[in-house]
């Protein structure tokens, strides 16, 4: 079956401007889970949802940074006032339910100018 | 912050060699999973171990898990040279959901 897609690819952004990271898990996933990668480091999480709450934020780097899963399937990452340091890959990962094999998309590679 | 932390940094062997990656962590764990990363884009799921196992194998792959040293290690046998690629162990943070990364292992297997 599909695996998790993320959208766009690559996303180059000029500071101070607003970006928005789409993540398709897996059909039937209930968790979803985000994580920002760096260059030479693990990734990081940032934020995971069970169904459509935000379960764990506790991630997320400061308020510039949301994320939301209306209808407990697709999620959007939401950046504003993007930062040089925003740099990253940021990968989204499901898994069928909390505590099971986490399943990672391709990842957004993002700049920021 | 990580708490998994891999060793060696970086590895280089022949094909045919065997692989061996050690991880380590701080706090205790609900289960433990390997991932395989190329060119630094997506993960690829290896192995889930969970706290009451001790091995688990998968073709090629043997995980080990020691609690009581809050270690794991990671077995490549006969390697190949498309099992070159960044090893990265991850912890749950005991509450059973989001993964804590280590820096990775990166492996390099040369014909």
């Known amino acids: 079956g599909a695996g998790v897609s993320q959208t766009p690819s690559n996303k180059v952004t000029e500071k101070g401007k607003y970006v928005e990271l789409r993540c398709d898990p897996i059909?039937?996933?209930?968790?979803l889970y985000w994580y920002r990668q760096s260059l030479g480091q693990g990734p990081e999480f940032l934020i995971y949802f069970q169904g459509t709450g935000a379960a764990d934020d506790s991630g997320l780097p400061n308020d510039r940074f949301f994320a939301v899963r209306p209808e407990g399937s697709v999620s959007t990452l939401k950046i504003q006032r993007t930062e040089r340091g925003d740099s990253a890959v940021y990968l989204c990962?499901?898994?069928?339910?909390?505590?099971?094999?986490?399943?990672f998309g391709p990842g957004t590679r993002l700049l920021v100018l | 912050s990580q708490q998994g932390e891999e060793d060696p940094q970086a590895l280089s062997i022949q094909e045919g060699e065997n692989a061996t990656m050690n991880c380590s962590y701080k706090t205790s764990i609900n289960n433990l999973q390997w991932y395989r990363q190329n060119s630094g884009r997506g993960l690829v799921h290896l192995i889930l171990?969970?706290?009451?196992?001790r091995e688990k194998h998968s073709g090629r792959l043997r995980v080990t898990l020691d609690t009581s040293k809050k270690s794991s290690s990671l077995l490549i046998t006969a390697s190949r040279a498309a099992d070159t690629a960044s090893y990265f162990c991850a912890t749950d943070a005991g509450a059973g959901t989001a993964l804590i990364f280590g820096k990775g292992t990166t492996l390099s297997v040369s014909s």
């Open positions: 171990i969970r706290s009451n196992e």
């Open positions: 990962a499901s898994s069928i339910t909390v505590q099971e094999t986490q399943y």
């Open positions: 059909s039937g996933h209930t968790a």
